[in-house]
């Protein structure tokens, strides 16, 4: 867990046996920052360790300029394999993607080997893209590091609220997503729970709400994501209750 540039660490224990350790940032860039130092370090320890980092990408906006950052850093990235949490079911060039987000900002200007970046297949639609991206995973060991959003309805990856989550594979197919567009493809709750480690990066006020619930012990869906590493919360521009 990385302490130093934040103002105020609070581990709390809440809903679905959560933990969370909460970092309250003061600016865009130091969140920027210790987002990018913390995923940096993370891929040392796992490249020490495994000789591999293997590391799950959110989508939305917010990681963008995280990743604008990583573009610009030095790193072992041969033995990068990126994946993503989630992705919306649209052609692969559609601006919206999270997978040409990710590209665009990042891996686009690094060395991570074509072959080390997996991209979902949602252009294949929400069943079949599923049904591949679980072929991808299959025998991949736990994951690194997780990198997730956190929606204003307190979703996160594409586990929305009031949705069952279907944990019957790795990856499975959303239908009717509150958040458009409707259909889109999801690592499974137990995928992303299967991890090393986990950050949140939550920005701006239009957040507040969802952190509220979550702060209260609330069930929202991104207290679906409880490994035994707890997860870390990085946030900018929401009030974090003592
Ligand atoms: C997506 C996501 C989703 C996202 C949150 C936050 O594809 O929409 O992966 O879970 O991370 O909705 O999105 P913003 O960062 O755009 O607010």
Redesign the pocket.
Same mark, same amino acid.
């Given at each position: 867990m990385q302490t130093s540039q934040t103002n105020q660490v609070n581990t709390l224990k809440l809903a679905n046996n959560q933990v969370s350790r909460w970092h309250e940032f003061h600016s865009q860039d130091e969140i920027n920052q210790a987002a990018v130092t913390r995923i940096l370090q993370a891929a040392k320890e796992a490249i020490a360790k495994h000789g591999s980092f293997l590391v799950v990408l $959110? *989508?939305?906006?917010?990681? %963008?300029s995280v990743y604008q950052l990583l573009a610009k850093e030095q790193a072992d990235w041969a033995n990068w394999h990126v994946f993503? +949490? &989630? &992705?919306?079911c649209l052609a692969t060039d559609h601006v919206?993607r +999270?997978s040409k987000m990710a590209r665009e900002a990042w891996l686009n200007h690094v060395a991570i080997p074509q072959n080390q970046i997996h991209d979902i297949p949602a252009e294949l639609g929400n069943i079949e893209g599923a049904k591949a991206y679980a072929k991808t995973l299959a025998g991949v060991r736990s994951f690194d590091l997780v990198i997730?959003? =956190? *929606?204003?309805d307190g979703? !996160? $990856?594409? =586990?929305f609220p009031g949705q069952a989550v279907d944990n019957s594979a790795d990856v499975v197919p959303v239908f009717n997503?509150p %958040?458009p567009p409707a259909d889109?493809v999801?690592m499974s709750q137990n995928r992303l729970n299967n991890t090393h480690e986990v950050m949140f =990066?939550v !920005?701006?006020a *239009? %957040?507040q709400d969802a952190v509220n619930h979550w702060l209260k012990g609330e069930a929202i869906p991104a207290t679906l994501i409880a490994p035994a590493c707890g997860v870390d919360v990085y946030c900018f521009g929401v009030k974090v209750a003592a």
């Open positions: $959110a *989508g939305g906006g917010t990681p %963008k993503h +949490n &989630d &992705d919306r919206e +999270n997730l959003g =956190l *929606g204003e979703h !996160t $990856a594409s =586990l997503s %958040k889109r999801t =990066l !920005t701006g *239009g %957040k």
